[in-house]
């Protein structure tokens, strides 16, 4: 699974400065699977794998990179159902991201119960990010950039505007 998240999420270092609210895009997924506030259009990457004990799965990710920072929403799919392991998840993207765990609390959202976390990657900023599965999928809401834009506002809303269909 770690590599499997590692090709998920490239790391960006962005700015200080942080987006507007005003500039923010409520995006539909094209299935329905889920609504999101970007802040600007984003752009699909589709991929297929299979996680280490060869469950298939498909990613489809959602990203905008700008000045500010990566704002990212993928939705893993699996062939077979599996087992909601968040505690593995977590591990999985801290070690993709070669990277610190600097705070790790549990969430609900929307009425789904996951994790928010918070990875240093030295030089490369942080990843904030909300793990969540909904309904067979492993969904993970991303920002990464500058530790100081990082407790913005605008990431605030960005990982909170996040809501799957169950």
């Known amino acids: ?87 593995a998840n977590v591990r999985a993207a801290v070690a993709a991201a070669k990277g610190r765990l600097a705070n790790d609390q549990p969430i609900s959202q929307n009425g789904v119960e996951g994790r928010e976390i918070l990875i240093d990657a030295g030089k490369s900023g942080v990843i904030r990010e909300r793990i969540l599965w909904v309904a067979g999928n492993l969904y993970f809401v991303v920002y990464s950039g500058d530790s100081a834009a990082a407790s913005a506002p605008d990431v605030d809303e960005f990982l909170m505007s996040f809501e799957a269909a169950r």
Do not use: C, H
Not at 21 to 45: I, M, Q, Y
Not at 51 to 77: H, I, L, P
């Open 1 to 87: 699974m770690v590599k499997q998240i590692a090709a998920a999420f490239a790391l960006a270092v962005a700015s200080a400065m942080v987006v507007t609210a005003a500039s923010a895009e409520v995006f539909a997924s094209p299935d329905g699977a889920f609504t999101v506030e970007f802040p600007a259009g984003p752009k699909l990457a589709k991929s297929q794998g299979r996680t280490d004990a060869g469950t298939a799965y498909a990613e489809t990710r959602w990203s905008v990179r700008n000045k500010d920072g990566y704002w990212a929403v993928a939705m893993f799919a699996y062939a077979k159902p599996r087992k909601a392991d968040i505690e």
